[in-house]
């Protein structure tokens, strides 16, 4: 069975999906569904991106099973290291994903992040952290959207242009296959052409230099999102020769 290994609940604090409507809606489509709530120690703004594990075991174990996993998704920031590594220690997670959500303490999400700074310097400076927290984080399973960038930046044109980026990515690539981290193939963004096309050559140079091995995850927010676009995704990996997992028990199995 194919799994959505990254989705996010009540429990994230951008989110007001309701497991009962993710699971019902994953069952709709055909998956499994892994919950992958949102852990952003020292956020800058007003949400508060962390949540209570201990709470988040005793109301979502009961549903976990075999098409419902548990997890988390860690942004990765070398001051909040040590801490967040203490998080994932809490609870026995099936998933720990790690995200670049922040650059240098400040939200990419938002416009004004982007203001007075080149696409080039911003997306460099994208990529150095990602490999850099890579490796950091040695308690990761998963890396998440690595387009992740393009989704919100406002330049004219935001794709992630593999032969633009390519010394950048290839870093990426390297310190995931360094750490034994798999490679998230994020659906969001899979009903662009323009966005397909760029990714790609990014999963095609992740099969050259040795990687075999995605996730599929969605990043649903609400339950209609839930495994969105999911044949592309089995499309591209089929062709790339790419095998789709996920986590159980921190242990990677096939889909």
């Keep these: 069975m194919l799994f959505d290994s990254h989705s996010h609940t009540v429990f994230s604090a951008d989110s007001e999906m309701r497991a009962e409507d993710a699971m019902q809606k994953a069952r709709e489509r055909g998956t499994g569904i892994v919950f992958t709530e949102h852990l952003d120690l020292d956020y800058p703004g007003d949400l508060d991106f962390t949540f209570d594990p201990q709470a988040y075991w005793r109301t979502y174990e009961p549903l976990r099973g075999e098409t419902v996993r548990l997890g988390v998704e860690i942004g990765m920031w070398e001051q909040t290291r040590e801490r967040s590594a203490a998080f994932v220690r809490e609870v026995p997670f099936d998933l720990v994903i790690g995200a670049i959500h922040l650059l240098d303490g400040e939200d990419i999400y938002y416009p004004d992040f982007y203001a007075g700074k080149q696409k080039n310097e911003v ?30 930046a406002p330049y004219a044109d935001p794709e992630i242009a593999y032969g633009d980026f390519r010394e950048d990515i290839d870093a990426v690539l390297q310190a995931a296959l360094e750490t034994d981290t798999v490679l998230e193939l994020n659906t969001r963004r899979l009903d662009s052409r323009r966005a397909l096309k760029e990714l790609v050559p990014v999963y095609q140079r992740y099969r050259e230099l040795g990687g075999r091995y995605v996730t599929l995850g969605s990043d649903a927010h609400t339950a209609e999102a839930v495994a969105c676009h999911f044949a592309a995704a089995r499309e591209l990996t089929e062709e790339l020769g790419l095998k789709i997992v996920t986590f159980c028990n921190r242990q990677m199995e096939s889909c």
């Design 123 to 152: 997306y460099h400076r994208y990529y150095e952290q990602m490999a850099a927290n890579l490796r950091r984080h040695d308690f990761v399973d998963v890396l998440a959207h690595i387009d992740y960038i393009a989704r919100y």
